[in-house]
Structure formats: C-alpha cells, structure tokens
C-alpha cells in the first residue's frame, strides 16, 4: 500500500491528530502562556459563515486554555499559522518535497495540491524553512574525514539588473561553500564572497580539530591546513583528483546533485533565497536512505522542523 494512502493525507481531522502526534508528543501546550494543564478540546466549534461556505467550515484540532483562555491549535507557532490551506495538503506537499530526490517546482505543486501558484511558491518556502537545521556541533572528529569546497551558482543581483558585456568573472557570481563528511552530513553555506578569510572561519568552526581535512589545491584553505596535523589536498590544475584516500570526490558529488535539481527542476532562484534551497538540499542529503531514513521518516523529520519557523512575507516574483 502507498504510503500516500494514509487518512492523514486526505482527511482534515486526520491531519490535525497526526501533527498533534509530532508536536505534542506528552501533550498539547498552549502557545500564549505555555500551561500544560488543564487544555480542553473543543468539538463541532465552526467558522463564520461566508459566501463561499454560508454555513462555515468546520474548525479542527481546536483547544482552549484554561488558565488564560484563549483558543488555539497545533498550527500555531509553526509554518501552518495563519494558512488557509488544509493541512492534509500542508502534509502532503512536505512528503512530495522530501521524497523527490532533486526537489519538486511550485509549479507541479500548484497542479497536484490544487492550489494557486502563489500559494504554492510561499508553501514551498515555508517547508525549506523547516528544514533548516541551524546545528552547532562540530562536524567529524577522531578517524572522520571531512571534504570542503566551494562553488558558483547563478549571477549575484547587481549583475542581473545591468548589461553584461561578455562573460563575468567568479567575483560576480553567488558563492557557496560545503563541507561534507564522508558517510555523513553536509552543511552549505551561501557567503557574499568566497575569500580566504571566510572560508577559513567556515571551516574552522565547523569542524572538530582532530578531523582529517581535504580539499582541492586551492589557497582558500591554506591557512586551514597550516593549523590542522591530519589534512591533505589533491591538485585538480595538475590532473590530480584521486590520491589514495585523498580526494574531494563525495563534496563534489553533492553538488552534482544540488545543481541538477536547481538547473531542471527549480531553474530560478533569486539570491536572497538561495540559502532555503540550500537547507532543502542539505535536509534529503543528510536524510538519506543510506544513512537508514526512508522517505516517510525524512517527512517525519521535517514536520518535527515546523515549530518557531515562520515567514510573514510573499517570495519575490509576485
């Protein structure tokens, strides 16, 4: 049976118990003052009426407080307030993003959800921010191996906007930065300008000093392997790509996989949001089946990145 088979995908009520189920795992909380005790459900309580729906909508998986009073439910404080799509359909585009290896457009969103493009477009937004980690912890460590590189995707704003007269050079183009760990995770970083100095502070608190380092010949890690005992570099200029265990083969294969889904299925991205598309990619990448998580559980790891994540503005492009 199809995992989209699930009542929670196709029935309203389903969907609420379901995000209950992550969210409040010991219990609902309400969200305006923080109590635990003494949350009352509320049953058949319906909207107001309107011309569309002159009777109102049922309203589900509502809750009220009894120490301030005040009503509330799960979607509160996550990615879900204060949308006017269901929430099945909330649950199912999290599934349809987190399952597609490459990602999925707004456009094919807006065709299967059955909801407007714009919608579609800020919906998407809102699952990347879920996705967004913000994780501190070092990555590698003792025996771990850790690769960095770096490189370009699409023109920065200010070239965009003007006539370019020829090809531009690497200074006007948006950087990023990836250090990934061999069997492990990946953290990608979208930086104004990849310059020595700030790629060496990416790198420098972004691993345990024990890890052992690669990268490529270039003199952005420089500095980087003067301070670290167990590093090394492969020489692409010179032909270079495999020395033993020495290579930068795993990085590089990650962004093959970023940018064939930006380049097919995405195709624009404006710069100040290219750091969502990132989390998204760093989120199925660091949720792989080989690191022994399906596709129902990357959407369950997802859904549990809802919380305190919102966004208030409309995406640039309408």
């Known amino acids: 049976m199809s995992i989209l088979s699930k009542e929670y995908f196709h029935n309203e009520a389903a969907a609420f118990e379901h995000v209950e189920s992550v ?157 990934v760990e061999r069997g492990g995770k990946v953290r990608s970083f979208h930086v104004d300008r990849a310059d020595k100095r700030t790629v060496t502070n990416i790198v420098w608190h972004n691993i345990h000093k024990e890890t052992t380092f690669y990268s490529d010949e270039s003199r952005l890690y420089g500095d980087v392997h003067s301070k670290l005992e167990n590093s090394d570099s492969v020489n692409h200029t010179s032909g270079e790509y495999v020395r033993g265990m020495v290579h930068t083969n795993t990085v590089e294969g990650y962004y093959s996989i970023f940018k064939r889904g930006m380049k097919g299925i995405y195709q624009h991205c404006s710069e100040k949001h290219l750091h969502r598309y990132l989390a998204e990619f760093d989120f199925r990448y660091n949720n792989r089946v080989a690191l022994g998580t399906n596709d129902q559980e990357r959407a369950l790891n997802a859904l549990v990145g809802v919380k305190g994540k919102r966004l208030t503005y409309v995406p640039s492009g309408f």
């Open 23 to 179: 969210l409040w795992a010991n219990g609902p909380t309400c969200p305006h003052c923080g109590n635990v005790d003494k949350i009352y459900k509320l049953e058949g309580v319906r909207s107001k009426p309107s011309k569309k729906n002159p009777h109102g909508v049922e309203r589900h998986g509502l809750r009220k407080c009894a120490a301030c009073r005040q009503q509330f439910t799960v979607r509160m404080g996550t990615i879900f307030e204060e949308s006017h799509i269901p929430l099945h359909k909330w649950l199912q585009a999290i599934h349809l993003i987190c399952s597609s290896k490459k990602g999925i457009s707004s456009n094919q969103l807006h065709r299967v959800l059955e909801i407007t493009l714009k919608s579609a477009w800020f919906l998407s937004h809102r699952i990347r921010e879920a996705m967004r980690s913000g994780e501190l912890e070092p990555m590698g460590g003792n025996g771990k191996t850790v690769e960095a590189d770096e490189t370009y995707f699409g023109d920065k704003k200010e070239v965009t906007t003007r006539t370019k007269r020829g090809k531009s050079g690497l200074s006007s183009k948006r950087a990023i930065v990836s250090l």
